[in-house]
């Protein structure tokens, strides 16, 4: 299993599962992060925290925390 947080620079994966339960996993919902969703990685933060994600056309940071809880597919 790989999570979003293993993702490298440059790479367009697709969202498998959200894991995490109650008020996160809805925050990460509301974020447009949803099952079969593309997301493209544009940078990572010189200490690895946040990322910057384009989803849907926007651009997105994620905390490392939160995208550990994202499994993804390449």
């Known amino acids: 299993m790989r999570n979003l947080s293993d993702a490298k620079v440059g790479d367009t994966v697709t969202v498998v599962k959200l894991h995490g339960e ?6 990460i919902m509301d974020m447009g992060i949803t099952r079969g969703v593309e997301i493209h990685i544009r940078k990572v933060a ?9 989803i849907r056309g926007y651009e997105l940071s994620v905390r490392k925390a939160d995208a550990q809880m994202i499994e993804i597919n390449e």
């Open 22 to 27: 109650g008020a996160v996993k809805r925050r």
């Open 46 to 54: 010189p200490l690895g925290d946040p990322m910057e994600l384009n």
